[in-house]
């Protein structure tokens, strides 16, 4: 059997980086060295290099694939492989995207890694580099007794795998389940920048059948305030509290599409935004990082932490899992708010720069779709340029997405976060969003006073009285 060996350099500066790779032998089977952590995921599978690597493989052609991150063009190439020797090949990366020379840099907000993985500080030390990511959080969570190989990192920066250009924190995944389900109990919360753990990390069922449903998220949040951490809602809203803790003002950023199972799905969202909740965009991939999906936070040209959490929460955001999505209107960027009178025009563009060709770029006003662009065959690069009469206060953003599926069998898609209109007239949409959650908090309220398990009624009223402080929210706007 003959050797395959390779080195991988970024074209521009000539150093070697970290890549996913695939390699094909002539009978289609997939070749890795036996010590090379794999991929997690759907899709195709690779091996995760340092920048070299040498296998053992068949004679014949053979087919190999390269990524790193969404940034860098993948490479492929087919080598003929005699039957005996050592055949060497040096693999050049081009980045499609400048967007780090524009001020945005990715990260992942979600992360955590399974009782089953053997090697998680290699695998926290290759996931960062292979991604492209600046800013890395892997977190905390407790479910039954399970040992998962991520609640061995302590909360806050984890200094052994960051570097210059690479910020890989531990936090904290703080949450409560109805038997399992994410639809089900309060929700979940993902808390950066925390210095300690939040107790309890989670309540209910998920500690076992005899641990109440106390004390509530919103709790946690208010710890994790306290130490000047953040606080993000996970999976596109899901869960009792979401619309509670929205309203109290407890939320800081919003993950969408943060299960690589889940389709990309905004409804919540756009419900909480025409509720005139400000929320930021943000996501992640949860267990491992199992998809491409990451949210780009604009902090200038030079990356720190500290500034790429501050445009976090400022808005300063788009998710995405390849493309990258400009908007602003009348000149304003993401996270700002525009003052107008009421009717009067705003002038909106979108701009947007793919890998993979884009089937539809839209923008929302309010949650509906009022300028579109589609693309039967397909575009990589474009601009869609509007104007939008305003009669209301309310928010703008863009989207995309497209037929076409990443190498983690994902569809490509990408979203900003909004920018808010003010007119000082309230919108339509906003008493519909509070009637919505009224109605939802209402429903919640019964579950919390006849089937929510608590230690006394103090506990019960205590959560009462929060939802019905949220509610209030709700109802104020009708």
């Given amino acids: 059997m003959a050797k395959l060996t390779g080195s991988i350099v970024d074209r521009t500066t000539g150093n070697l980086i970290e890549s996913r ?3 094909l032998q002539s009978d289609g089977l997939f070749a890795y060295p036996k010590d090379a952590l794999q991929k997690i995921g759907p899709g195709l599978p690779f091996f995760y290099s340092n920048g ?3 296998i053992d493989v ?6 190999i694939l390269v990524e790193r991150g969404t940034e860098y063009t993948p490479a492929e190439l087919v080598l003929e492989i005699p039957s005996t020797g050592i055949t060497s090949v040096d693999i050049e990366m081009d980045r499609w995207s400048k967007l780090g020379d524009e001020g945005w840099h990715p990260g992942n907000t979600h992360i955590h890694y399974q009782v089953e993985e053997t090697r998680p500080d290699e695998r926290l030390q290759l996931d960062p580099r292979v991604e492209d990511l600046r800013m890395t959080a892997i977190s905390i969570l407790k479910r039954w007794d399970l040992e998962y190989a991520s609640n061995k990192y302590p909360p806050g920066m984890l200094t052994e795998f960051s570097s210059t250009n690479h910020y890989v924190q531990c936090g904290e995944e703080n949450r409560h389940n109805i038997g399992g389900s994410h639809d089900t109990g309060y929700g979940h919360i993902m808390l950066l920048n925390i210095r300690n753990i939040v107790e309890p990390v989670s309540r209910g069922l998920l500690v076992d059948k005899f641990d109440p449903d106390y004390p509530p998220l919103s709790y946690a949040c208010d710890d994790t305030h306290r130490q000047g951490g953040i606080v993000i809602w996970c999976h596109n809203g899901s869960g009792l509290e979401a619309p509670v803790a929205a309203a109290l003002g407890k939320l800081d950023a919003f993950n969408l599409f943060d299960p690589h199972w889940m389709d990309p ?4 969202y756009y419900l909480m ?3 005139g909740i400000k929320l930021p965009a943000s996501t992640g991939s949860d267990w491992y990082i199992s998809s491409a999906n990451r949210v780009y936070a604009n902090t200038g040209e030079t990356f720190e932490y500290d500034s790429w959490l501050q445009a976090l929460v400022s808005g300063k955001t788009f998710i995405t899992n390849g493309p990258s999505l400009t908007l602003s209107v009348d000149g304003q960027s993401l996270g700002s708010q525009v003052e107008i009178s009421p009717g009067k025009s705003v002038n909106i563009s979108s701009s947007w720069e793919s890998h993979y060709p884009i089937s539809k770029v839209e923008i929302l006003y309010n949650g509906r779709v009022v300028s579109a662009k589609h693309f039967s065959s397909g575009s990589k690069k474009g601009s869609i340029e509007t104007g939008l009469e305003t009669p209301a206060n309310g928010w703008i953003a863009a989207r995309l997405s497209s037929n076409v599926r990443d190498s983690f069998f994902q569809p490509i898609f990408a979203h900003t976060s909004p920018i808010y209109i003010y007119t000082g007239t309230d919108s339509i949409e906003k008493k519909e ?3 919505w959650f009224d109605a939802s908090i209402e429903s919640s309220l019964e579950w919390v006073g006849t089937k929510g398990k608590f230690y006394s009624d103090r506990q019960r009223k205590e959560v009462k009285d929060l939802f019905r402080e949220g509610q209030k929210v709700y109802q104020s706007m009708l």
């Fill in 433 to 435: 969003a509070a009637r």
């Fill in 21 to 23: 790779v695939q390699v």
């Fill in 273 to 275: 935004l025409n509720a």
């Fill in 58 to 63: 068949q004679r014949g052609p053979a087919k």
């Fill in 265 to 268: 799905e905004y409804d919540i």
């Fill in 52 to 54: 070299k690597f040498e």
